[in-house]
């Protein structure tokens, strides 16, 4: 379905968070060719981390139309509003239910491009999340270092590995970094769920506040993701919001909100666990941390930076180190900003996806790795959650693809969201520690 050259080229994004819809919309215009015009729609999938329009407007990603749906009002909105291509920015469950949702109500008729990926370091559940989104046209790898993990996956099961394209992040840019400021600003970039326990979260919020005392001419800068209340790709249950609270922190120490290139903007010093900003930082060249003091596991994702140069401790920061980042590391890693390899990051993926629109015989269904023969015990589940039968089709009392929601069930929408979050915050931490007596 290529759009015509007087018609726009169609981009629909599905996406299940504020992060992930920003990754999946500035794709979508890396993907378009250059100078062309494009319109862009997007869908929001209706689930817990569902954006709010505050993280929206964070994101600093628009698009043309913007709405919230459930998988099936999609895979019915997909069948009644054609495309050129299609973004498929959700957790890899998501994306198998709507490979096979689309697959039966496409069939062998005509239909878009499909392209997924990930939005940032794939430091954990590789196998699984790729076989997951296997069944796409293109397969986003954010570096060599990944396409090459991705083919690998692929190919040790006898899936079809042509559909791993690389490309880079969408979201890296801004100006580089060009020398120390006044004042020194220390920024420290926390994640939703690493580390996962009060004991750890609050030993980095004491080392950070340590460090705005050791040095009061540094703005000490903690750079949130969302507030109280608020979901992104990863469930929060302890925000640092509420564990700093009664600690007294200096004057120059700050919480803070925003677009992460603006915070980047005025940043001397990025400090993570192994946040996907510590790849913006190196981008623009600022002196990057990835902290080793809880250790360097794959539970916490700080291992992806073996190698890098970033690796260090609060000790070391302290007494004034400052990283700096081993090249070849960052240039295998796809954020590298010189050479102009960035800047033409998405140049393979672009000419892939002309191809596929310009073929006269149109494309054939979509043919995810997972099916009904190769794991029977599995897919019916995934698509299930999604009110899709083992054949992908909805099953009956799935929520229609009618009309806006009314008031009533708004209403009873959002405080179904408050419990299933106040049971995630609340309750579900309690119970947990009850289990640890």
Same mark, same amino acid.
């Given at each position: ?77 997909? $069948?009644?509003? =054609?495309?050129? /291509?299609? *973004?498929?920015?959700? %957790? @890899? ?7 096979? +949702? &689309?697959?039966?109500?496409? $069939?062998?008729? =005509?239909?878009? /491009?499909? *392209?997924?990926?990930? %939005? @940032? ?7 699984? +999340? &790729?076989?997951?989104?296997? $069944? ?192 070849a590391w960052v240039a295998r890693q796809g954020v590298a ?101």
């Amino acid at each position: 379905m290529p759009a015509t050259t007087t018609e726009p080229l169609r981009i629909a994004v599905l996406a299940d968070s504020d992060t992930r819809w920003k990754w999946g919309a500035l794709t979508a215009r890396r993907l378009a060719p250059e100078g062309a015009e494009i319109r862009l729609d997007g869908f929001l999938l209706r689930g817990r981390s569902t954006p709010t329009a505050r993280q929206l407007q964070e994101t600093g990603a628009r698009a043309d139309s913007l709405r919230e749906v459930t998988a099936v009002e999609f895979v019915r909105a997909m $069948g009644e509003e =054609p495309c050129d /291509v299609l *973004v498929l920015a959700l %957790v @890899g469950g998501g994306v198998q239910a709507m490979l096979h +949702g &689309l697959r039966h109500a496409w $069939g062998s008729g =005509p239909r878009p /491009v499909v *392209v997924t990926g990930y %939005v @940032g370091v794939v430091y954990e559940k590789l196998a699984d +999340g &790729l076989l997951l989104r296997h $069944g796409a046209d293109l397969v986003l790898a954010n570096s060599a270092h990944d396409a090459q993990r991705f083919r690998d996956v692929y190919e040790g099961v006898g899936a079809d590995a042509a559909a791993v394209t690389e490309v880079a992040l969408p979201f890296l840019g801004g100006a580089p970094y060009t020398g120390r400021r006044e004042p020194f600003t220390v920024v420290f970039a926390v994640q939703p769920s690493v580390p996962d326990s009060r004991k750890d979260r609050a030993y980095l919020l004491g080392r950070l506040i340590g460090h705005a005392r050791r040095h009061p001419d540094r703005e000490v800068l903690l750079k949130l993701r969302s507030k109280p209340g608020e979901h992104t790709t990863h469930i929060e249950e302890l925000p640092y919001q509420k564990l700093v609270r009664g600690l007294n922190p200096p004057a120059n120490f700050r919480l803070v909100y925003g677009h992460m290139g603006e915070v980047l903007d005025r940043t001397d010093l990025l400090v993570t666990v192994s946040s996907t900003a510590a790849l913006e930082s190196l981008h623009r060249r600022v002196p990057t941390a990835v902290l080793t003091d809880l250790g360097v596991r794959e539970a916490l994702g700080n291992h992806h930076f073996l190698g890098s140069g970033c690796l260090t401790s609060w000790d070391r920061l302290d007494a004034g180190e400052l990283p700096t980042a081993d090249p070849a590391w960052v240039a295998r890693q796809g954020v590298a900003s010189g050479g102009g390899s960035y800047e033409g990051a998405f140049d393979t993926a672009r000419a892939r996806i002309a191809a596929l629109l310009a073929d006269s015989g149109g494309l054939p269904p979509l043919d995810p790795y997972y099916t009904a023969e190769t794991a029977p015990g599995y897919l019916p589940g995934i698509l299930a959650r999604h009110h899709l039968g083992p054949d992908g089709a909805p099953l009956p009392g799935a929520p229609a693809a009618d009309q806006a929601p009314g008031p009533v069930r708004q209403i009873v929408r959002r405080a179904a969201r408050g419990a299933y979050r106040h049971g995630v915050q609340r309750v579900a931490p309690v119970i947990r520690r009850m289990g640890e007596l």
